[in-house]
């Protein structure tokens, strides 16, 4: 038992499926900059990410649908603003921070 939460229990018929995918963004870095090549890689990439989880999802017994999940996970962010030469202090690692999290929100939202 979890202080708080109670027993947990799960029905020894239920599948529980999650999956997650970390994108690694130093590798959509060219020429020492976060430019319009790398959003579009990464919204391409991040785009087919979430088809593919949905294909396998899709693949699960209708009523075990309901307890499929998928995340995305993104590392590096500190080593791309290495390699672009943005001090981590500046508004613009911040400003870029937002907008590699929005081309992956947006990416995900149309996949």
């Known amino acids: 038992?979890?202080?708080g939460l109670?027993?947990?229990?799960?029905?020894?018929?239920?599948?529980?499926?999650?999956?997650t995918?970390?994108?690694v963004l130093p590798s959509f870095v060219h020429d020492e900059q976060f430019n319009d090549k790398s959003f579009e890689e990464l919204y391409n990439v991040t785009n087919r990410v979430i088809a593919f989880q949905d294909s396998?999802?899709?693949t699960a017994d209708p009523a075990q649908r309901g307890n499929t999940h998928c995340s995305i996970a993104i590392q590096g962010f500190a080593d791309v603003l290495i390699k672009c030469r943005i001090p981590f202090d500046e508004e613009s690692a911040r400003q870029l921070s937002v907008d590699i999290a929005g081309a992956i929100y947006h990416a995900a939202a149309s996949a």
């Open 1 to 3: 038992m979890n202080p």
């Open 6 to 19: 109670g027993a947990l229990e799960r029905a020894s018929d239920s599948i529980v499926f999650f999956s």
């Open 21 to 23: 995918t970390s994108l």
């Open 56 to 58: 396998i999802r899709n």
